[in-house]
């Protein structure tokens, strides 16, 4: 005999209620949604790469390809840095939602833009490049875009972590700046490692130089993991430590 | 002012005394006092901010990495570059590029701080006016300045210690604290208009994306025509400042300090534009600031005038006539002007040949600085396109890479100069390298007291190899003194020169084979100063002098004084050398044929 447990009818309403909820919390969100420096950051990373094909010649090299579309980069991540800093946040955390939900909102909507970006920023990377090898008679090659999208992708959840970890401070009001800095000293310092993280070859590559990429990419998405677990951890607890003066 | 306090105002809850409205920008005593204590806070804010103090540091970072000795663009076997002031002073300003961004996004996000803090109403009712607030913060910039210029005088006093060449251009470093000062205005300006964050640092990589693009100006893949990149804040033409004898330095052109400026005054008018209540003189001010910024980068974005390019191929053609004379111990030393501290330094290795030599034959030496460094690349001489890594071809850089091409083969090119002639050029040791500075200007000293020759014979080296490749052109080639005793005598003249000059002989490079005439020769070649040949001795000759140096100095000097002449004589031999000083003669290794696929050198000759 099987039984059918019913589910009350006041619980079935409070669901509707609670998901109707995270609906209009959505619309709320992307309404305060720091658009502005996201999308400044995508457009002035986009422009970098789009200078990159307009200067496309013999003498700009693939290294220097590289080097620029990891420069483009940087205004994405600079921009990123402000998603998670919510002005009104002692009215959000108001709101019946967990300290996450709002966070993670805001990182659901900004991934497309992201992820857009760094498509149209490899793109033309790939065009710059593809036009310098032409203008130096040598054979076509492609840039290594899972290395390059794992490094930004890694790069973006270095930028959220930190800029979580910040929110949570009495110095939220900076956490842009400090997020967007502290994330290119951290990627660099990361790179100043003897672990080959930046590798700068993109064609011609010898077998050590190729193995280096890979390595190269697996480090930085474990860095990345690690670092969107910090992030998550850090937006789903909002206590912020205030350190008085002694003698208070 | 912000749109709140102004509702709070026009509902007269909030009133604002109007002989002392945010807008009113004539400065009374209390805004005077209050102006001077906010800009002191400030800078004391912005010399303790994290992002100054970081940018500082990269600063410091980017000095010493730019100028160390090995990192010069020239150095010839393992003989470093001294450092030049005039390439010196304009690295370190350009340095300070680092430092400048993290004073623009400081001051942007101090400038944005009331914003930031909600308190523009409370700072609304304070009775001094809002411009004076602004002008606190660009008062504020003097902390960095100040910083900088602790940085830029601690780079000169060790640039100094390196034994720098020249003299400090004071108004170049001027030009890199104005740029600092320029940073933290446009970090005011921005702060201004647009408080956001984020505005400060867009500003900072886009401009330091351009930048990075134009102080790397040899390996980037941008080259701006002529003087353009002097429109940007801040340039660095390459290493071309290093290759320059220091009479005729182009760069930076002194009126970008005037742009620089102008440039200032306009983002101090463009900051202060939105607190003014009397703009006219604002305007003025920034008219006058327009015309000082347009009319400097007019005159900096035109080329070096043909006759400053004439001038500067003479320095390298016509030596004599931009060089200083100084007779020192019998020695006439012929220098460019800058160089003159490290006459003492040559006459040390000159000074050790001389002195053994007979007193008798010893006629005046002249030793000549001569310029081996061809200059005529971008941007002195405009690139062929934006993408493009090569100049146009010029009259003055043929005429000079010519020139340079026969110092080594004519040996009366530069006249008034010693024949054999004993050249120097812009190479000289410092610390661990001294000793082989030394030993390269000894053994060129040397030769002109033996006879031996310090040109070469410039031939052609046509040649087509098995493989049907081929090339074409010249090459000076040094003759061989095979079996001549002045050989060991030149090698052991320069070796006992100095400690130093010994170490270097000891040090030497082994033995290898060169093609005289149809044979092959075990030699050790010995590179003598500036252009010069060198001396190519036999192995054999090499050896003879390594068992001279082991006996005393004065023993070898009598057995030489006696018949001078006769020892400086071409058909004498190394085994008469050998046996007048008691030694056995050291034996001759073959020369084992060098043969490359894909190179050909011809063969050398005996000296005569």
């Known amino acids: 005999m099987t039984t059918t447990r019913r589910v009350p009818a006041h619980a079935v309403v409070a669901t509707r209620r609670h998901a109707g909820s995270r609906t209009a919390l959505a619309w709320h969100v992307a309404g305060l949604m720091p658009w502005g420096p996201l999308l400044a950051g995508c457009l002035t990373g986009i422009s970098v790469t789009i200078a990159l094909r307009i200067f496309a010649g013999p003498i700009e090299t693939p290294v220097q390809v590289g080097a620029g579309a990891r420069a483009s980069f940087v205004p994405v991540i600079a921009g990123l840095a402000f998603l998670l800093h919510d002005p009104h946040r002692q009215l959000t955390g108001a709101l019946p939602a967990r300290a996450w939900l709002t966070p993670a909102i805001r990182v659901a909507l900004a991934l497309p833009v992201l992820a857009l970006s760094g498509v149209i920023q490899l793109q033309v990377a790939a065009r710059a490049l593809a036009a310098d090898l032409h203008a130096a008679s040598q054979s076509a090659a492609g840039l290594p875009w899972v290395a390059l999208t794992a490094e930004l992708a890694a790069w973006c959840a270095l930028a959220l972590a930190l800029a979580a970890g910040l929110e949570r401070t009495r110095w939220r009001e900076l956490t842009g700046v400090v997020a967007a800095v502290g994330t290119l000293a951290a990627a660099g310092a990361l790179a100043l490692l003897p672990l080959h993280m930046l590798p700068a070859a993109i064609i011609a590559m010898t077998k050590s130089q190729m193995h280096y990429w890979t390595m190269a990419w697996r480090l930085w998405i474990a860095t990345g993991a690690a670092a969107a677990l910090v992030a998550g951890w850090a937006a789903g607890d909002p206590w912020r430590r205030v350190r008085l003066p002694a003698g208070r | 002012m912000s749109r709140e306090s102004v509702a709070l105002q026009a509902r007269g809850l909030f009133s604002v005394n109007r002989s002392v409205r945010p807008g009113n920008v004539t400065l009374t005593g209390t805004s005077t006092r209050v102006l001077l204590l906010a800009g002191r806070r400030e800078a004391l804010w912005l010399g303790r901010n994290p992002l100054v103090l970081a940018g500082l540091a990269v600063s410091a970072w980017l000095i010493w990495l730019n100028n160390r000795i090995p990192d010069r663009p020239y150095s010839e076997y393992g003989l470093g570059q001294p450092g030049f002031w005039w390439a010196a002073d304009v690295s370190i300003a350009a340095c300070l590029l680092a430092a400048a961004g993290g004073v623009l996004i400081a001051s942007h996000l101090a400038a944005g701080r009331a914003k930031r803090d909600a308190m523009d109403q409370l700072y609304a009712s304070y009775p001094t006016p809002a411009a004076v607030r602004t002008g606190g913060h660009l008062l504020g910039v003097i902390g960095p300045v100040v910083l900088a210029a602790v940085l830029t005088a601690a780079a000169v006093a060790w640039l100094d210690s390196q034994g720098t060449v020249g003299v400090p251009r004071w108004w170049v470093f001027g030009a890199g604290l104005l740029l600092i000062c320029l940073a933290g205005s446009l970090g005011v300006v921005l702060g201004s208009w647009r408080q956001h964050p984020l505005a400060g640092i867009l500003a900072v990589l886009v401009l330091g994306l351009i930048e990075i693009d134009l102080v790397l100006s040899w390996a980037n893949p941008i080259h701006l025509p002529d003087g353009t990149a002097w429109l940007f804040p801040w340039s660095a033409p ?8 220091g009479v005729t330095v182009p760069y930076p052109p002194p009126v970008h300090v005037a742009e620089l400026a102008g440039l200032i ?3 101090v008018v463009a ?7 009397r703009r006219r003189v604002a305007a003025v001010l920034a008219v006058a600031a327009v015309a000082v910024t347009c009319w400097s980068g007019w005159l900096e974005a035109k080329p070096v005038p043909a006759t400053v390019l004439a001038t500067m191929a003479r320095e390298v053609t016509q030596p004599a006539d931009f060089q200083h004379c ?9 220098y460019y002007p800058a160089f003159g501290p490290l006459v003492p330094q040559w006459a040390v290795a000159v000074d050790g040949v001389l002195a053994r030599l007979p007193r008798a034959s010893r006629p005046v030496l002249t030793v000549r600085q001569v310029w081996d460094l061809n200059y005529f690349i971008p941007p002195l001489l405009s690139p062929t396109g934006l993408t493009s890594i090569g100049g146009a071809p010029s009259r003055q850089g043929t005429a000079v890479g010519n020139f340079q091409q026969s110092l ?4 009366s090119l530069v006249a008034g100069s010693s024949i054999p002639p004993v050249y120097t050029d812009s190479n000289w040791g410092t610390g661990n390298s001294l000793g082989i500075g030394q030993f390269e200007l000894a053994i060129s000293t040397a030769e002109w007291a033996t006879g031996l020759p310090t040109t070469g014979r410039e031939v052609s080296d046509d040649h087509t190899f098995a493989n049907g490749a081929s090339q074409s052109g010249t090459v000076v080639l040094a003759c061989v003194p095979i079996g001549q005793a002045r050989q060991s005598i030149a090698l052991w003249l320069a070796a006992s020169a100095t400690p130093g000059t010994r170490s270097a ?3 030497a490079s082994g033995p290898s084979s060169i093609q005289v005439g149809k044979q092959w020769v075990a030699t050790v070649t010995a590179p003598g100063s500036g252009p010069s040949v060198g001396l190519v001795a036999t192995a054999q000759g090499a050896a003879l002098a390594a068992e001279m140096l082991r006996l005393p100095a004065r023993t070898v000097q009598t057995a030489l004084d006696a018949r001078w002449h006769y020892w400086l004589s071409p058909h ?7 046996a007048a000083l008691g030694l056995k003669v050291p034996r001759q290794p073959a020369g084992r ?3 490359q696929p894909d190179s050909y050198t011809p063969p050398s000759q005996v000296c005569r």
């Open chain 2, 238 to 245: 390459g290493f071309l400042l290093n290759l320059l004898p």
């Open chain 2, 265 to 267: 005054a306009l983002a």
């Open chain 2, 271 to 277: 900051s202060l534009w939105p607190a003014l209540a």
């Open chain 2, 326 to 334: 100084q007779l020192t111990r019998g020695v006439r030393y012929c």
């Open chain 2, 408 to 411: 080594s083969a004519d040996p």
């Open chain 2, 505 to 507: 002989f000891t040090q």
């Open chain 2, 572 to 578: 004498t031999t190394t085994a008469e050398l050998a």
């Open chain 2, 593 to 595: 044929p060098v043969q």
